[in-house]
């Protein structure tokens, strides 16, 4: 029996003209936007951050999708907050694909860098993708403050545009950075001092500053830095950028070298540990650097 589901391009076409409106709710009111109580997330004030414009965000999505795809699975940041989760068929992938159910899950991370977007910094973004089971099947990427999103299809590399462009008027963004600077997210600070001499080492939690911009994993895609280690990638934000970074040509793997697991076989709504890299030889300096202080660790336990 044939799937119900719409295509990634087919939601995506549909989705953007309002996804547009959303953007230019975000920009409006950031230079003025409340914070809620941080959210429970020990030790990571990045994933605590919470503003009006994330529960906003997500419920003009929601209305959205049970409007125009009320069969699509759908699995929100905030899905805990608001009133609408109950109303879709699940927040998981389905156990398995029946007669007319769709196999598709949508995921959203309504203002990802909410804590760069709630100290006035502009590399803050909208992520909707769409996920089968097994793999990535694309990701939306709009950056309000920046005027520009992303469009990547599983196959098709990775498409820019300015806001008000079509899917159709989207180019490919331009060839890999060459850089030397490594991005260590996700609590992969560990692994700066044991890198090769020839990188630099960015760790976001210690750079983070409230008072001036820094680069965050996106700019990634501007050629801040060439590659990545990742302590582990989030569904909703990382590991979308990593799969946008695959699109591009990079190499992406767990941290022993291998493919990524299928998404419904992981936990957390998260992969493993992951090594981005932008040519072969950083992926074999990336993999033995992780591979060298896991196992030290490993030994001191």
Same mark, same amino acid.
């Given at each position: 029996m044939l799937s119900l589901s719409p295509s990634p391009r087919q939601i995506f076409s549909t989705l953007l003209p309002h996804l547009r409106v959303a953007a230019a709710y975000a920009k409006e009111i950031q230079n003025r936007v409340v914070e809620q109580p941080e959210k429970a997330y020990p030790g990571n004030f990045f994933a605590s951050a919470l503003t009006d414009a994330d529960l906003s965000v997500q419920t003009f999505v929601e209305v959205l999708l049970l409007a125009y795809f009320p069969q699509l699975r759908f699995y929100g940041e905030e899905h805990e907050r608001t009133f609408n989760t109950k109303y879709f068929p699940g927040i998981e992938f389905p156990g398995s694909v029946e007669s007319g159910s769709a196999d598709l899950l949508l995921t959203l991370d309504p203002i990802d860098g909410t804590r760069c977007y709630a100290d006035g910094f502009d590399n803050y973004q909208i992520i909707l993708n769409v996920l089968s089971p097994e793999q990535f099947e694309g990701c939306l990427l709009i950056s309000p403050a920046r005027d520009r999103y992303f469009c990547t299809l599983r196959g098709a590399g990775v498409l820019e545009g300015c806001l008000s462009d079509a899917l159709e008027q989207c180019r490919p963004i331009g060839a890999l950075p060459q850089?030397?600077?490594?991005?260590? +997210? +996700?609590?992969? !600070?560990?692994?700066?001092?044991? /890198?090769?001499?020839?990188?630099?080492?960015?760790?976001?939690?210690?750079?983070?500053?409230?008072?001036?911009? $820094?680069?965050?994993?996106?700019?990634?895609?501007?050629?801040?830095?060439? !590659?990545?280690?990742?302590?582990?990638?989030?569904?909703?934000?990382?590991?979308?950028?990593?799969?946008?970074?695959?699109?591009? !040509?990079?190499?992406?793997?767990?941290? $022993?070298?291998?493919? /990524?697991?299928?998404?419904?076989?992981?936990?957390?709504?998260?992969?493993? +540990? /992951?090594?981005?890299?932008?040519?072969?030889?950083?992926?074999?300096?990336?993999?033995?650097t992780v591979q060298v202080v896991e196992h030290n660790l490993g030994e001191n336990r």
């Open positions: 850089n030397p600077t490594i991005y260590l +997210g +996700g609590g992969a !600070g560990i692994f700066a001092q044991a /890198l090769p001499d020839r990188y630099v080492a960015y760790d976001v939690y210690t750079e983070y500053s409230h008072q001036e911009q $820094r680069p965050s994993m996106v700019d990634f895609f501007d050629g801040a830095y060439g !590659g990545a280690i990742l302590k582990r990638a989030n569904f909703l934000d990382g590991a979308a950028m990593a799969f946008m970074a695959q699109e591009w !040509g990079c190499i992406v793997s767990d941290h $022993r070298g291998q493919s /990524l697991p299928p998404l419904r076989s992981c936990t957390h709504w998260a992969w493993p +540990g /992951l090594v981005i890299a932008t040519s072969p030889e950083m992926h074999r300096d990336l993999l033995r």
